[in-house]
């Protein structure tokens, strides 16, 4: 059984610094893809970031320059590290194990419960 559990969120003022963790267990850590996703009140889950198996990343658009994700494959962990925040960050954020097609990422069935970071103007 695949588990996620996500940490590192918080409160923090405009223009602060954030890094979350996810340490995963019940897969194969090295040969996943990994992602992390948001959800902010009253929208739908969208796409953060990827990394893929063989580190290669990929970034949506508001979050290239600011967030930058990595992997520990030793610790079965992959962080976002989040700088220069806004308020439109504020979101639950969730980490997502699955793999690539080419330039795509398709996500696993598990999520883990995620981790509010809150960013106050």
């Known amino acids: 059984q695949v588990q996620l559990a996500e940490s590192g969120g918080g409160l923090v003022q405009a223009g602060g610094s954030l890094k979350l963790s996810c340490t995963t267990s019940?897969?194969?850590?090295?040969?996943?893809?990994m992602a992390w996703y948001r959800q902010a009140p009253g929208e739908a889950r969208e796409l953060v970031a990827t990394?893929?198996?063989?580190?290669?990343?990929d970034y949506k658009h508001y979050a290239k320059g600011r967030f930058t994700i990595s992997r520990d494959n030793a610790k079965n962990t992959v962080y976002l590290e989040m700088n220069d925040l806004k308020p439109e960050d504020t979101a639950v954020y969730y980490c997502?194990?699955?793999?690539?097609?080419?330039?795509?990422?398709?996500?696993?069935?598990?999520w883990g419960q995620g981790t509010q970071v809150t960013v106050s103007s």
């Open positions: 997502n194990s699955g793999h690539m097609r080419g330039i795509y990422y398709y996500a696993d069935r598990s």
């Open positions: 019940g897969v194969i850590f090295s040969t996943k893809a």
């Open positions: 990394i893929s198996s063989t580190g290669n990343t």
